[in-house]
């Protein structure tokens, strides 16, 4: 049986990544799986590396741009024209334009079509104000699509417990859907020097959108500076918040200690870093989380979903309370400072990912998911 993956996205983000390990991996467990990216013209260019590096591992992947983010109906009837021709009848989506895209075309064009979807996130705007466990429904067109959409869906799985829970919450399922945690494969990026002479490199991973936190980490960084005069803080990633963030910066006069480095591959910064610090108040999944263990780089995070889910507080790194900048400033000192604290973290850490967080895990889970859908499908 062969599975059209279909993703629409504005970059290589977690979701890409997520796929860039597992249908490789299936591809060799004999699970026939093709995928295709959908994105906007401007951003077909991020996408092609990514493409090719998929096509070169086996999984046949294609990129297809579209003039605007509405074009959901012509994508519906192309994606339709083209499971039909390569005699394809699972389809398998990915973030919410996919799964309307999905939708659209189950309901009035291929009746038969096994409809799987992997539930990544929820708004951004929703997760920021309100996280987990809130009982305000929000009266939006997002929150009614979606509602309309997880029904329609033959099977939706969740990449958290936090996600699973939160379409609970909403009343978007009844009951807590199943999930799968991500793995990934181990990158060898090094190990991180020693603090020396009061110059640690700090690194935070993520885009630059309320959600991740950053503010909160750049009003504690003169508290961490009085500590260590020559820190240097590299921020990976882009995103909206790019220019207030550099006003933040020079208002806290901190500029000249941060490096902007726009989006670039962690895995050369990682290893060069003392501890990762992700302050994001809320995140589906957080990927950064288990690559750091894989490195063996000491996370600091808020206590929220899921960081929570993933790092065991004081065992395989360290949560803080949400928004509490002073805690989190204190948190960091401590770390950098206790270097044999930091040597039983990140062991723990790496242990946990070595135990659970692996690719070959998510695979056996994810192949498990499948023949229970495609049994109860005949």
């Not at 390990?21 to 092609?48: Q, T």
């Not at 104000?129 to 305000?136: D, F, P, R, T, V």
Request: aromatic share 10%.
């Amino acid at each position: 049986m062969k599975v059209l993956h279909v993703i629409y996205s504005f970059g290589v983000y977690g979701a890409e990544k997520h796929l860039m390990d597992l249908l490789p991996e299936l591809k060799k467990k004999n699970i026939d799986c093709e995928l295709l990216c959908i994105c906007l013209k401007s951003r077909v260019i991020f996408f092609k590396e990514y493409a090719e590096e998929l096509n070169n591992k086996g999984v046949k992947t294609q990129v297809w741009g579209s003039h605007s983010k509405f074009s959901i109906l012509p994508f519906s009837i192309k994606i339709n024209s083209y499971l039909r021709k390569n005699n394809i009848n699972v389809l398998h989506t990915h973030l919410f334009s996919a799964d309307l895209i999905g939708v659209i075309i189950k309901t009035f064009f291929f009746k038969q079509l096994l409809l799987l979807s992997t539930k990544h996130g929820y708004e951004e705007n929703y997760l920021v104000q309100y996280g987990l466990g809130n009982k305000k429904i929000p009266n939006n067109l997002y929150y009614l699509i979606s509602r309309l959409v997880v029904k329609r869906i033959d099977h939706n799985v969740a990449i958290s417990v936090a996600i699973s829970k939160m379409y609970e919450c909403l009343r978007l399922t009844q009951k807590p859907m199943k999930y799968i945690h991500h793995g990934i494969h181990e990158k060898k990026v090094g190990t991180a020097g020693p603090v020396l002479a009061g110059q640690p490199k700090i690194v935070i991973v993520g885009r630059l959108e309320e959600m991740k936190g950053h503010r909160y980490l750049l009003q504690a960084l003169p508290a961490i500076i009085k500590h260590f005069p020559g820190l240097q803080l590299y921020i990976l990633g882009e995103g909206s918040l790019k220019s207030e963030l550099e006003t933040l910066a020079l208002h806290l006069d901190v500029r000249e200690k941060i490096t902007f480095t726009g989006f670039v591959s962690p895995s050369e910064y990682l290893a060069q870093s003392n501890v990762i610090v992700l302050p994001s108040l809320f995140e589906p999944f957080g990927l950064v989380f288990i690559e750091s263990f894989a490195a063996k780089i000491p996370v600091v995070a808020f206590n929220a979903e899921a960081a929570n889910e993933i790092i065991d507080d004081n065992i395989t790194g360290f949560l803080v309370e949400k928004r509490n900048v002073e805690a989190l400033a204190e948190k960091i000192i401590y770390v950098l400072k206790n270097p044999a604290e930091r040597q039983r973290i990140v062991e723990n850490a790496y242990q946990k990912f070595n135990e659970y967080y692996t690719v070959e895990r998510m695979v056996k889970e994810t192949i498990l998911w499948y023949q229970e859908v495609f049994k109860s499908s005949k």
